[in-house]
């Protein structure tokens, strides 16, 4: 994992983490335009929650709940299996912070 | 001072190594983008940058063309060709071409130093031969008066606003905002943020826009201005990093495997564990591949417009969409500072959606998600993987 993020439904980045080439502010961005992404979908009668993106060997995983976006950027290509697995991990700990994404 | 740059080059390493050069030009919110991508490239706002590093050669692309299209659109803009062969000729054909600058590929450290001595020239405050320039030359105004009075002209203008921090752009379209951006934030909080920056007195000069922006505000400006002028327009929330959910690495940790949220292996389960089977754009795929069952597909170009569609309700929306997606995912592939997307997934209760991009366009299928699978949804971009060749 290269850098994960949750970011709020105003817009304030929660808790992030990252390597040294990705700042909070642009992880900040890319959640903000995910979430306009999902939004202008909303308007288009096809809703979504999860988005993951390919970047050659790269993918951006990011999910929107009621509370707010989580957002993960992997060094490696995903399926469904690690998906599923990814947030099998991740769901426990933003539970532990008091967001649950199977909000919607 | 350095505020807002381009480099486009095929070659990454030494983009790179420019970038981080015309970043020390610069403060700390300069921002220098890199394109790889000649079309790409296209679909930027050149007016934003104040200066652009071009090669003379974009993979396929001739750079001296799009330099001329680029200065076209934005002739405020300082160019600077870079080019492999330092020959008269190619200086002077770049000149012709409407460059301020000719650069010989600087390749060793030395030589990146000159040239980014060379082009800190573009941005001293006295230039030989030229007046002083002066920094009151776009007085400062009242941001809200400007955005209204831009609105109720009905105007179709890009605002490029700049406070004593920061700097950012308010997308006006035939007379309603349409969108605001600046480094790190989008949309309407980016408005509202920038709307209360220096207490509402900027700088800004405008520009007249010839294409329709993305839309990421939706609400009329009236009713924007209101909200801001009720809730008296906080700050900038970017620097809220205090989080509780990870860990911040402390050093700057190149090994990212250190910076995983979760420590275990992955899948237990073997036969879900299998690597991504997504097929790449950049491998010729073996065989003919059947389209999927899919509720509609269509395909746009790099400019937005529908090319070829099926089952397509609303074609004007759906080449809308698509093109949205593209230009938004163009801006987080700027900010990840990696090329663009190959294919994205959209997952919904109801419907799922998947777009694959490549130099020429996107392709973009909607699935039903009562019977489609991961199987389905590979199927697809391996069948636009083939339709590209």
Redesign the interface.
Known sequence: ??????VSDE????????????????L???A???R???S??R??Q???????????E?T?VFRESASGLFL??L????????L???FS??NP??VA?G?NLDE? | MLHQALILSSNREYAQTMRQGLLKLGHEHTRVDVEVDALRAMQLAPQQYELILLDTVLDTTNGLQLLQLLKNQSPASKFVIVSDASDETSRAIAYQSGADFFLERPLTPEAIALAIEAIKGFFKPIRPGEPPQNEDENPLVNLADIVQMRCLSGDSVLLLVRSKQQSGDIFIFRGEVFHAQYPGKGGEEAFRDMIGWDEGRVRIRSIKLTHVPPRTIEVPYRQLLDRIEKSAAPGPDITQTGGELFIVSAEPASDTAHLSVVHEAPPLDKAKAAPAVFPSPNVSPQGETPLPQVNSHWKINLTGELLEGSQVADPERCAFITSFIYRKMADVAVALEVDYFNHMTLLGPHLQQVLVADNMGVRHAVFDAAWTNEEQRIQYVKWCCEQSF
């Open positions: 994992m290269i850098a994960a993020a949750f817009g304030k980045l929660l808790g992030w983490c990252a390597n040294s080439v990705i700042l909070p502010e642009n900040c961005f890319i903000e335009t995910c306009v992404i999902l202008a979908n308007a288009e096809r809703a979504a929650h999860t988005g993951v993106v390919a970047f050659g790269r951006l993960a950027y060094d490696s290509p995903t399926n469904d299996a690690v599923e697995w990814l991990q991740v700990r933003l912070g967001v919607i």
